[in-house]
């Protein structure tokens, strides 16, 4: 049964590669789709995928949502979410999120006016592609494990279609199509 994936989102560790995702069958029924990629030693990868059909989606997304509250609740003393909410914001709002709380001559558009582009990391020049991050994520860590995903290969970026770049949170059409439009510009200089 061929699918289409709408939505995804993915997270790795070590050897593991984790996937959600969110998908139309043939049929046009929706389902999620949590899937565990591992790296084998010798070579390969071992895949483990549970289906979640649509008719369960209501049970499964409250039972995750109670489970997630709980975990975020577990060992604090917060009355409430807005309590638990309100001390993540006040945290998160004093460590500086993101490139804005990079120190100014190291963000990537300042670092490429001062030093010029060749000065740059590949993940920052991916990062200004991307442009902006999402609220968890700045846009130098989100290009971070892209390319990390494609084990630092441009050849790997280059290779990720629509589906393969709309899987990362917070990677849609328009930060999608940059890439990409930007991917084969490269090949076409490459073929003058």
């Known amino acids: 049964m061929k699918t289409n994936i709408l939505t995804s989102e993915s997270f790795s560790r070590g050897r593991k590669n984790y ?19 591992e790296a084998q030693l010798g070579s390969g990868f071992v895949r483990q995928s549970i289906p979640v059909f649509e ?12 489970l997630l509250a709980a975990v975020a609740h ?20 004093e460590m500086g999120s993101g490139i804005k709380g990079m120190e100014e ?8 006016l001062e ?11 991916l990062a200004m592609l991307i442009g902006s991050g999402t609220p968890n994520e700045s846009a130098i860590d989100l290009a971070h494990r892209i390319l990390q995903s494609v084990e630092w290969r441009l050849g790997g970026l280059a290779a990720l279609d629509f589906p393969g770049l709309c899987r990362f949170a917070g990677m849609g059409i328009a930060k999608s199509s940059s890439i990409m439009a ?11």
Request: net charge positive; glycine share 8%.
């Open 19 to 37: 996937y959600l995702d969110y998908k139309q069958a043939r049929n046009r029924s929706n389902y999620i789709s949590l899937t565990l990629s």
């Open 182 to 192: 930007a991917m084969e510009l490269g090949r076409r200089l490459g073929s003058l």
């Open 55 to 66: 008719e369960d989606f209501e049970v499964f997304i409250g039972s995750l949502c109670s």
């Open 115 to 125: 030093r010029g582009s060749a000065m740059m990391t590949d993940t920052e020049l």
């Open 74 to 93: 577990f060992g604090k003393k917060y009355e409430s979410v807005q309590d638990m909410w309100a001390s993540r914001q006040s945290s998160f709002g």
């Open 105 to 112: 001559r190291e963000r990537p558009r300042e670092k490429m």
